[in-house]
Structures are given as C-alpha cells and as structure tokens.
C-alpha cells in the first residue's frame, strides 16, 4: 500500500472539521513532520512524539474482511485521538449513501462504511437473492469519493467492512423464519409496526446487525438516512436502550429531482413504474400542505394523500396493460415520531413522522425496446418515502 504524500496529508489535518482538542495537537506538532512506520506499516508521525499525536495514515481506502485487523485498526485510531463516523449500508451505493458518508466526514476524520446484505431482515419470501451486488462500483464511487474529501481536508474514507455471513452470525446459520433460532435484538411494538407489520422480521434483522456492525467498529457516532424513518427510531432506541456507546447522526433524504427518493431498488423500476412511482411522494406532500396550512387532525391531514393514491392508481387500471404500472399502496401513517405509534392529532410541541409504502407491480406486456430496468421489469419493487413534520412550539 502506497504512503499518503506529506502535503496531502498534511492538507487532512488542517480541516476546521478537526475536532478542537486535536487541532490542539495538530497546532504543537505539525512543524516537526518526521514520519516513522509504526509495527503495522501505519505511518506515524514523529517518533520522539506522545502516541497520542501519532495519527496513523495509510494512503489507500483499506478493505476489511475479518473483525480481528479491523479491530486492531480501531485501536489504533483510537489511541492516535481519531473518531470514527460509521455508515452502515447494504453496498448498490447511490448519492443518498454517499451524502451520509459525506456528513461523517465533515464530522469526523475516519469515515468507516460497511456492505453487507443482510440475510436476517429479508423474509423467507423477500428479494434478498435479487438484491443488488455492485462491489467493484461500490468501491469505485468510495474511493473517487475519498479523493474529492483528501482535497477538500475532511475525514477520509479509511476502511470499508464488507463481512461475510459466517463472520456476522458466528455460531448459528442466519435465521428469517418467525420465532428462528439465533441471538436477536427484539423491540416491541415498534418492530412490528408500520413496515414491521409488512416485513416481520425486518427490525429485528436490522436491530441485530446493526448491534454487531456497533460492537465490531465501535464508532464515535453513526450515520443513519431520514429517508428509513423507522429504522432511525430503531437504531435511537438501540443505543439508548443497551447504553450503547456512540452517538446517532440523522442525515436527511436525498431525491431525484422530482422528489422521488433515492433507493437501491430504484434500479429496478424501468421507465414505466419510475414515472408512476413519484404518487407516493407527492401523496406524502399533499398531507403535508395540510399541516403547513395548520390541519391538526389525522383525517384532515392524511385524506388528501389517500386520494391522490387512489385516484392515480384507478387512472392506471384504467390504461392498456401494455401502457400502464400497477401498483398497491400498503399504508399511510401520521405517527409519533419517537415511537411511530400512529396519533389521531398531531402534538405541535413533537411533530410527527408522515410515511408510506407503496409496492410496484411487475410490469405487464413489456414493449419492444422499453426500457424496463434490471430484472426485465417483472420484481416487484417496494418503495418507502416519509415526511418529517417539524414541532410548531
Ligand atoms: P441501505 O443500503 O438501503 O441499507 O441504506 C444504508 C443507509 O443509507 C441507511 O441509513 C439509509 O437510510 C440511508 N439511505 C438510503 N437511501 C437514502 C437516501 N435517499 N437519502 C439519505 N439516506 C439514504
């Protein structure tokens, strides 16, 4: 692995986005750069320095298989006084991933990301076969990334964790069946819920992993989209609950620019189901214009978003099957946002979550030469959106 060029690296400390007591560090002893290779190959500054102003530098985003060198790796930015910002993901990386990796690089100077799909929050009857793996662009888009963070003097992307399914569940085989066999991380009611009530076993899936990606990385703070409303009450109540020791960093939803929320199942979708697959968020806008207006009330705020869903979906049925996109809303929910237990008035001194779930039907009678994106158009795709609606008081 080549060294990071001294001006470069250098470039890296002067960030504003270094937290103070570093900058503190930085200010005694960058005059004197005299690099040395710790053990490791890590290099070092200055060996005559304190170990806690040795920041450990390596040039290339490293890859991690294995818990143990990542722990090791850990250790070693921890004693050189560097945090960690974690993005957990499932890879088929798009700009929503990278605005979070972004974020944790402002706010700290490691940013670690993680792929892994995760077997156990995908139902017996789920797509996890078909879910998108796109490792070799996944680590192109990261390390592109990583250049354009070095120049601007933020965090860098210094580990990606990609485990296999035997390291994640160590002694028993991943487990998707209702009750299963394993060790698993249940909230209740929450995790049945909204898209627990769809998907059973997603939360606890989530809420196990995502106790295994924290214990394995130990991160100062991890990074979590809005665009999963639910999961980030999941991944609160996690580290609340089980005294976690890291902090939780909401960062908020990126979208195409017609409001359609970016999703790694998007690819999915083809030309036809993306151009009706905007009726969720602007369903999710209309209840929001009620509560801009001042509507209080769970009928006044969500009525508007049902018949929107209903009308553009009878619009479509009522179209050939070779023209139109099918599909199923699941739900609508005005929820308490620290709970997403659904509320019939909304407290203005909380707010709430407004969220829903619409499942697109594979497309009938593809044409000739229509684009009908990856899977020829026949997996159904389900997409989630959600609003945050701010306290007033
Ligand atoms: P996933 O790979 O889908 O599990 O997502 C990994 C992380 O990226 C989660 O915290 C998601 O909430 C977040 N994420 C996914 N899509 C978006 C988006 N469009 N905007 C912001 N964050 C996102």
Redesign the pocket.
């Known amino acids: 692995m080549a060294a990071r060029s001294a001006p470069l690296f250098m470039a890296h400390l002067r960030t504003a986005a270094v937290p103070t007591a570093r900058r503190c560090l930085l200010r005694s002893f960058a005059p004197v750069p005299r690099v040395s290779f710790a053990r490791n190959g890590i290099r070092c500054l200055s060996s005559t320095a304190p170990r806690r102003s040795a920041f450990a530098v390596n040039d290339l985003t490293q890859v991690f298989h294995d818990v143990a060198p990542l722990r090791k790796f850990r250790r070693e930015l921890l004693l050189n006084n560097r945090t960690v910002g974690l993005?957990?993901?499932?890879?088929?990386l798009h700009e929503?991933?990278i605005?979070?990796v972004r974020k944790a690089a402002e706010e700290n100077t490691d940013v670690w990301v993680t792929i892994y799909v995760n077997p156990t929050q995908f139902g017996l009857n789920e797509d996890l076969a078909s879910y998108p793996k796109t490792w070799e662009t996944d680590m192109e888009m990261l390390r592109h990334l990583d250049r354009q963070l070095a120049r601007e003097g933020k965090g860098r992307v210094s580990a990606v964790f990609a485990p296999n399914t035997n390291t994640m569940y160590p002694t028993s085989p991943p487990d998707s069946s209702i009750p299963g066999v394993g060790s698993f991380i249940e909230m209740r009611p929450l995790g049945q819920l909204l898209e627990g009530a769809s998907r059973p076993v997603f939360f606890r899936g989530v809420a196990t992993v995502c106790m295994k990606l924290f214990n394995i990385c130990e991160p100062d703070v991890v990074y979590?989209?809005?665009?999963?409303a639910q999961?980030t009450v999941v991944i609160k109540k996690l580290v609340k609950d089980f005294h976690l020791n890291t902090r939780v960093r909401i960062?908020?939803?990126?979208?195409e620019p017609d409001g359609l929320?970016?999703?790694?199942r998007n690819v999915y979708l083809g030309e036809r189901r993306r151009a009706v697959a905007i009726v969720l968020n602007q369903a999710l806008r209309k209840a929001e214009a009620q509560y801009i207006a001042g509507k209080r009330l769970r009928g006044d705020i969500l009525w508007p978003a049902v018949d929107h869903g209903d009308r553009i979906q009878h619009e479509q049925e009522n179209l050939q099957p070779s023209k139109r996109a099918l599909f199923q809303v699941d739900y609508l929910s005005l929820a308490d946002p620290d709970t997403m237990e659904e509320i019939d008035k909304v407290d203005e001194t909380k707010g709430a979550i407004l969220s829903g779930a619409v499942k697109m039907m594979p497309v009938e009678e593809p044409q000739e030469g229509e684009q009908l994106g990856l899977g020829g158009g026949q997996v159904a795709v389900r997409l989630i959106d959600n609003i945050v609606l701010q306290p007033t008081r």
């Open positions: 993005v957990p993901t499932m890879g088929a929503g991933h605005s979070l979590f989209g809005q665009k999963d999961q960062c908020e939803t990126s979208r929320a970016l999703s790694s």
